[in-house]
Nanobody, 121 residues
Framework: QVQFVESGGGLVQPGGSLRLSCTASITFFSIYDMGWYRQAPGVQRELVAAISRGGGTTTYADSVKDRFTISRDNAKNTVYLQMNSLKPEDTAVYYC??????????????WGQGTQVTVSS
């Protein structure tokens, strides 16, 4: 069973920054593309960033482009999301998951509990 543990969320003022981490209990972590997703209340979960197996290719949703950066450390089975210039509309629960490909396709593992990000003054 593939599992993910997300951390690093919190309350931050508009314009602030947070760095999220996600550690995966998955064999051969490095063979999977990884994605960060978010879900706000009453809204469908959306893919905000994805990174290829080796980390050389990344993609972002238009809403977070130039503000968020996804990265990974395959030796630690961990993927990160650096979030800068945060806006109130970034408020959501953030999740990670393994996937094949960088598009909005199906995920491989079960969803973790996520980490809450709240952007408010």
């Amino acid at each position: 069973q593939v599992q993910f543990v997300e951390s690093g969320g919190g309350l931050v003022q508009p314009g602030g920054s947070l760095r999220l981490s996600c550690t995966a209990s998955i064999t051969f972590f490095s063979i999977y593309d990884m994605g960060w997703y978010r879900q706000a209340p009453g809204v469908q979960r959306e893919l905000v960033a994805a990174i290829s197996r080796g980390g050389g290719t990344t993609t972002y949703a238009d809403s977070v482009k130039d503000r968020f950066t996804i990265s990974r450390d395959n030796a630690k089975n961990t993927v990160y999301l650096q979030m800068n210039s945060l806006k109130p509309e970034d408020t959501a629960v953030y999740y990670c998951n393994a996937k094949r490909g960088l598009g909005d396709g199906p995920v491989i593992g079960s969803w973790g509990q996520g980490t809450q990000v709240t952007v408010s003054s």
